[in-house]
């Protein structure tokens, strides 16, 4: 088998298997267990470990001819291809292109999702700034809900402030309104005022008293 169809058979079975294997996924970055599943529990594993050796083993440098046998190419000899290298021309030239319309292909795909990064990368920073923009809508709304708890507070305190106040004025005012209504004991010099004139009163009587006899 050539080295081109070797290398054909690799990249098929690599992109029939390995591109959608469950296994490498489930794997994740554990190298050392997916490479002991791969190289001796897989079948398309042990398949492509033996296509690589074959590879190397073709891929290893051939002994040169020495200048006796010809080995030095004079100045203006013609190279000389073998059958087996004409042979491998066209399927040479067909990987060629096959790998050059993979680059190709490659190389938009990795124009698209550069693309698609920064439409994301956009779309990031529009709602970082979307989100940013309610976090101070919500902080401002906080604020402006601890202030109007806060004159509430107060208002509520003033207000306690005043009814305190005004329950000492109603104590104070009806003390006075009982004060009124009770009658005050005389004094002393009322009750001397009394008695003189209650005195004044029984000598009138004892005169009067006198003139009639």
Same mark, same amino acid.
């Given at each position: 088998m050539s080295?081109? @169809?070797?290398?054909?058979?690799?990249?098929?079975? *690599?992109d029939a298997n390995c591109k959608s294997c469950q296994i490498k996924r489930d794997f994740g970055k554990a190298e050392a267990k997916l490479s002991k599943h791969c190289g001796s529990e897989c079948a398309i594993g042990?398949?492509?470990?033996?296509?690589?050796?074959?590879? !190397?083993?073709?891929?290893?440098?051939?002994?040169?001819? &020495? /200048?006796?046998?010809?080995?030095?190419k004079m100045p203006g000899q013609?190279?000389?291809?073998? &059958?087996?290298?004409?042979?491998?021309?066209?399927?040479?030239?067909?990987?060629?292109?096959?790998?050059?319309? /993979?680059m190709k292909s490659a190389q938009a795909q990795a124009l698209r999702n550069a693309t698609i990064c920064d439409e994301r990368q956009d779309e990031i920073e529009r709602l970082k700034a979307e989100h940013e923009q309610h976090a101070q809508l919500r902080r401002n709304a906080y604020e402006a809900h601890n202030a109007a708890q806060a004159r509430l507070q107060e208002r509520i305190k003033q207000l306690e402030e005043q009814l305190d106040e005004a329950d000492r004025e109603k104590a104070l005012l009806l003390q006075t309104?009982?004060?009124?209504?009770?009658?005050?004991?005389?004094?002393?010099? *009322?009750?001397?005022? *009394?008695?003189?004139?209650?005195?004044? @009163? !029984? /000598?009138?009587?004892?005169?009067?008293?006198?003139?009639?006899?």
């Open positions: 080295r081109t @169809r070797i290398v054909r058979e690799i990249d098929a079975l *690599q042990i398949r492509l470990r033996a296509l690589g050796k074959k590879l !190397v083993s073709d891929a290893r440098p051939r002994k040169k001819p &020495s /200048r006796m046998n010809g080995g030095d013609k190279t000389t291809i073998t &059958s087996e290298e004409q042979s491998d021309l066209p399927d040479l030239r067909a990987e060629i292109e096959r790998l050059t319309e /993979r309104i009982e004060r009124a209504a009770r009658p005050e004991p005389p004094t002393e010099a *009322q009750l001397m005022d *009394q008695a003189i004139g209650e005195l004044t @009163r !029984v /000598r009138k009587l004892i005169r009067l008293y006198a003139v009639g006899e």
